[in-house]
């Protein structure tokens, strides 16, 4: 007994390209078609018809190999013979007490296929080569219609290439799904522009993007040293606290800030983090602002900003090959002579000084750049604000009066929402003066 394969009228060969496999599904594939080639139960094919197969997993945890004939299936003629009714079969078993089944192994293979349709039903397989379809590029323009037959040097030369890669190992190793091995999952929403990039620029992005993710070695040797931060240490114990706002200690151990990895005071962790950041094959040299931002996404340290700018400052590469692109320095402003005493005032701190009997620390300098009069205020490194708010109406306010103008340096105590808020309400000008310049300020 056979069965036909009735076409449709006019019908085309079907071709469709094998699909992609993991080794292990390779594997299992070859092992499959060797135990059907063995048994005669498919053969080699140069039928122009082919489609591609694939595995589907079993109840009892082996795979089954299904040959996909969807395309196929299109092109032909349906059966329209009707089936028994259900029903009625049932009814003929009425007062059969003993059942039974058989269940016919590689059942699909137990009916001949009629001689003439054995080419249609011819499947693909085939070893991926890398950039396959570039290499035979010349050869498969030979097989087109009404193509003449020339062989050309190119096809020369794509013929001994393809035969080299037959017969020699790939360069490029790839893991052994039967082993463990380290992975990357790149999910991140594309850009209106990024939908202009061919698919080989974006797969590479999605590789960069995964290049740059840290690894867990790098974690492992940030939670060491972290613990070995004295500063660190204190905020592990405050947590929860409000004198560790924005800080959390992470799944995995790791102290971060609002989401940033806290890296402990390590210089040898510090270089390798700057180093990579500026100097790395995918970094290429940015300047201090680029790089600022590209390593404040993903770290967090005290001092450092002052640090990349330090560090880019000192590149010598980047300072050979970049061009200086900022506008020019000009000449130096003098500031406006104030028109009447303590109506323009600067202030800032002197820092790092030995702690005295009254726990003072720190000295606050308020100048008049009239009358070059100056408070000189002894405070505590540790005061809050609001304690530094009531010293200086007490000091300043109360014997000269509300000024109009305050210069004053980029401290994050005169930045603060609140130290503008009452300054605001007092009618003072705040002035922030140049980043790196203290001689503005007095």
Known sequence: MEFSIDLVPSAGPVSVAPYRMALAELVELKGQLENLLEKQLVR?????????????????????LCVDYRQLNKLIIKNKYPLPR????????????????IDLRSGYHQIRVKEGDIPNTAFRTRRF?????????????????????????????????????????????????????????????????????????????????????????????????????VELVKLLGLLG???????????DGILRFKGRICLPQDAELKRAVLEEGHKSRLSIHPGMTKMYHDLKKTFWWSGMKREIVEYVAACLTCQKAKVEHQKPSGLMQQMEIPEWKWDSITMDFIVGLPRS??????????????????????????????????????EIVRLHGVPSI?????????????????????????????AYHPQTDG
Not at 157 to 168: A, G, P, V
Request: glycine share 6%; with cysteine.
């Open 44 to 64: 080699p094919s140069v039928s122009p018809w082919g489609v591609p197969v694939l595995l589907v997993k079993k109840k009892d945890g082996g795979s089954r």
């Open 86 to 101: 259900i029903d009625d079969l049932m009814d003929q078993l009425r007062g059969a007490s003993v059942f039974s089944k």
């Open 129 to 229: 080569i890398e950039g396959f379809s570039k290499i035979v590029a010349p050869l498969t323009q030979l097989t087109r219609k009404e193509q003449p037959f020339i062989w050309t040097d190119a096809c020369e030369r794509s013929f001994d290439e393809l035969k080299r890669r037959l017969t020699t190992s790939p360069v490029l190793v790839l893991p052994d799904s039967s082993e463990p091995f380290d992975g990357g999952i790149c999910f991140k929403a594309a850009e209106e522009s990024w939908r202009n990039y061919p698919t080989h620029d974006l797969e590479l992005a999605a590789v960069v993007c995964g290049m740059l993710t840290i690894t867990s070695e790098f974690l492992r040797q940030v939670g060491q040293k972290q613990l070995q931060d």
């Open 241 to 251: 606290t409000e004198k560790a706002v924005g800080f959390e200690l992470g799944e």
């Open 357 to 394: 009997a009254r726990n003072s620390d720190v000295i606050w300098v308020i100048f008049d750049r009239l009358t070059k009069c100056a408070h000189f205020l002894p405070v505590n490194i540790k005061w809050s604000l609001e304690k530094l708010t009531q010293m200086y109406v007490r």
């Open 406 to 434: 305050i210069i004053f340096d980029r401290d994050p105590r005169f930045t603060s929402r609140f130290w503008q808020s009452l300054h605001q309400a007092l009618g003072t000008k705040l002035k922030l003066s140049s």
